[in-house]
């Protein structure tokens, strides 16, 4: 890159001139103040000053991944932070410590790194101090800006964060496109990373070197979620969620930012093993979370998409005493933990998602008994699962949001999934009763901080939350254990309504997108592959089973009516084992949009169990079964997709088979087109 | 597309189904509600309602050129305006007349177009009427919004356009990025348009068959300006130029939107000849501007970038009174009107494009005596020319303006060129003396309202405008002929920072996209051919007069130093005679980023002149004299590059030759590596 590229006016031209001379059109013009490793010395970022500018780079194996990337910020009421920087100081410390979850994908955490800190003072106009932070770890990098506390910070207000990720080499991207709609519910695009427009995080790439990256965010705490905008070439930029108000995020020092995550690994499975984003986190804050329990769970909620039962009240309601006791009854014999009901509360009638305001989240519909179905629920060992569907109204919610969480603690709901459904419009904030209403962004500073209300509100109330359509997971679940699951990408529901629904490839780009992020609420084991109108929709029925294994959440829904479960009694057998919180995970083979093998170990058990999917094409994998502890013998309680079994023709072929297996062994698993297996090792 | 692509909530479920059951699965679900073509049937555009959601598409010889793309707003105090609505009513005319331009590149243009007027009412909540126009001409399409004056418009605050341009086709695009700097100087990338991230407009694109489309917008008036985001595929949308308070633009009804513009041809030099951006501006509000004066221009300016003088006061201060009648005297010498001073006043000393607030407009420095030099000009029919750089302190400047451009027209200044250069920051904004101070972006509303309220007062005082590191032109000249130029690209200055300047191709690139928006102050004619330190640029000589022709201004620099001209008098003789006022243009040939051959004939005369110019691939150009009036003989004096020219190794080479020719000759144009050709075709 040529010196004249960005121009400067005369006044620095001399020294440029100077520099010319000097270094005879060497590109390396810029000076490097600072680095730091991973403990394992794979990877290196390296931070420079350009005339001014900070920039930083990160090298894997001595290899340019991220090229020379800038850092700055613009203000609504203060000059730019970009240039004119100094480098002043900076401190290096080395961290390792293992930790526990109190529920996950596994138990036992290590949370090694090296860090950098670093700051920069600008030499001209409001001087101002910024910190940049960065930690290496093993399996990648996380960078975060601090706003140490000044004058200058008194008030901060950012238009817009000009962090930048120029990627080095050329690399396929799975991702889905930001700033459009109020959701995430997208399939993936699978591009060159060059045709990139503006993506949501988590964005993964792999490079044509083999090298795969997932950028993404951790700890996004009273600031604006991040967007990467592709403005030309491989360079992205972060562009952060708008806000109402005349800036994107506003604070006052001291501050930091959320950390910026590149999760980096030779495979695409090591992307999924990486603790990184929860690393990143603040530990636990609530103190004992055992109150917190994963669980599985029924709901009157299927029967609503396929519009068998309506939400709105009338004949066709499926939020009844009566109904809900049926289901409580058919979860209380299978054990399951958990009965969600929708449509429970008023305001269900008319064009609700464009007038959430009509919602009362604190009391029930006439024919919904909940004190009644409480008790009923408590005798049976089973739980309500509540419901606030918000339509947006968010400022309408909050004002009963104390009122709500005391309503179901007071009848044995311990969990509440929350909606913020609004395909008419935009979140609404109103900050006094009557007064003006704004509009927000799902993913911007306002909503941040409303997730968090909630949370923390519901942790009073010991009560845990599954929010839909929600601001996108960041690892936060560290520090609030409550905070158990999330939707925010396209879930089973896209199947009840018709086609095309989910392709055969949507679990295997989940895997290795969205749930790198954290859970997700994804509802699976639709065991009569039906939606509306009786449509077939794109899955084997082994592959029902195999999502509860490859897409992590530590509440799992049997989302299909009672009576398809009654159907098909071996398959719900394994739906009916098969745990949801892990001593441990492995990858086992994948690849993002194809393929993916993943084995986990129950917590507080023996037992192992494998999931497998892949997508239009069939598969035969290799399954070494290393992980198996060593000196036991296992059962392999094998669920596959039968001879001839295929997504389009025969999707219902399925086979059940047992064999006994220990570690060394290897299997194969066949999987049909659109197809997945599902094994559950029980320990002998 | 499947119905289920937006999901949508169960209550409208019931329609989709109807209508799945109707149509089969058919994709054309949308009803087309109007439609309207070009008077000569060539284009098509159709507007359909999907659901209640406004479409728009163009057809060009019955092929999709445009799919069906989205309308819509989102407000910052109202809800979205987007879907649930309703066709109200329809109105079209026809419109075909024939006006003259005071100044421009031709004098008669003819306006001829259908129009297509539509209403829309939303079904739901604020049940508001939002007007969409059409107007399809021969050579292209404009539409724009217009909100008709109704309560719920009391105060409209739009925090997004949502305009679409899904282009149908693959195509390849030149463009620049947008967002990221606060100009508009970059080298043009050329790419599949899958791979444009966000671009400024003008963007041009021709598609895989063959059809030339340049997207931008006219009468930009009071409203953000336009960039194109490229979310995925081929599918662009609209994104307003930020604001520094909760919105994007902020207005009452009635009110309309600039014109959202395709400019379409099945040849790239069509989009050159179109008038489709002046025909959507609004007349001449100025009423007689026979004081603005089409003209020639040197300058006490390359020797600043050249470092040899300086902006700054000391002993190599350039804009000194001695050095300035010098320049007068060779300007006169040389029959050229205007000369430019820069660092005639206060504020240049220090880091001023860090702090334009201490610039003073009032009055000069000690050694620029204005009033001796406005005399010493005008006794030679000579001008100077103001400068009025802000360093982007605009209201500073606004505070200003009326007794600097009455220090101005006092001393014979009728012509000023204005700045807006703030690396270090952005527009600064402060409403009250004192008061808080907002940041601006360079294209928003604020700074679209402030181009305005300059160029008008500058009317008053008959003073024309060339505004550098400006707003995007959208035609205004039309409005006001006294906004007679702007810089808003990558000019000749950049040869003078050293390499690697501009390339060879930059031309040819320029003519097809920035150049479609309006005349550029390009600063041509550096006929040394060098810049700093002797660093030689990437231009023949011929291709320096060649500028004059093929890069429309109806003010041209000579730029170069006096001394240098005197070295090169042959060359020069082809700048003195150019004219900067046009009866008429054709382009003869071109393709964007090639190579492009211009003729004009010169207003007032019967003289035409050719211009063309290659890129880094010599080329031979066939010339037939198609456009020379019939009847006549003239002698074509032809300044081309010399036998063995070369912009890498022997630029300089150079010829002039003479020859008698007629209407319906064909000349043959050898244009050199980076070369290029100029001929004066004077009438005998």
Redesign the interface.
Known sequence: M???M??????R??VL?LL?LTFA?SPAMAATVASVESPDKTLRVELDLDDGRIGYRVLREGKPLINTSRLGF???????LQ??LAFTSQATRSFDETWEQPWGERRLTRNRYNELRTRFTEK??LKRDIDVVFRVFDDGIGFRYEFPDQPQFQDVRI??ELTEFDVARPATAWWI?????NRY?YLY?T??L??V??AHTPMTIRTDDGVYVSFHEAALVDYAGMWL????GRRL?AQLS?????WKVRRTAPFHTPWRTLTISNRAGGLVESSLILNLNEPNALGDVSWVEPHKYLGIWWS??L?TQ???SGDKHGATTAETKRYIDFAAKHGFRGVLVEGWNPGWDG????NGWGFDFTKATPDFDIEELGRYAKDRGVHLIGHHETGCAVSHYERQLSDAFALYARNGVDAVKTGY?C????IERQDVADG????EWHDGQWMSNHHLRVVKEAAKHRIAINAHEPIKDTGLRRTYPNWVSREGARGM??NA?????NPPEHETMLVFTRLLAGPMDFTPGVVSLKG??GQVFHSTLAKQLAQYVVLYSPIQMAADLPEHYEQYPDAFHFIKDVPVDWEDTRVINGEPADFVTIARKQRGGDDWFVGAVTDEQARTLSLPLDFLDAGRRYEAQIYRDGEGADWKTNPHAFTVEKKQVRRGDTLSLWLAPGGGQAIRFRAL
């Open positions: 040529s010196l004249s960005k121009p400067s006016r005369p006044f031209l001399p001139a010319a059109y613009l203000f609504q009421n203060a000059e730019q240039r004119d001209i106009n238009t817009e496109p930001a700033g459009e709609w519910e695009n591009t060159p060059s045709e427009g503006r905008q592709r403005v030309e930029k708008p806000g109402s108000e005349g609503l998409h519009e309506s939400w709105a064009q609700w998602f464009a459904v395909d008419a419009g935009q003006p209403v704004l509009r529901e896209y309504w018709g086609n095309p629904g509306r109108n």
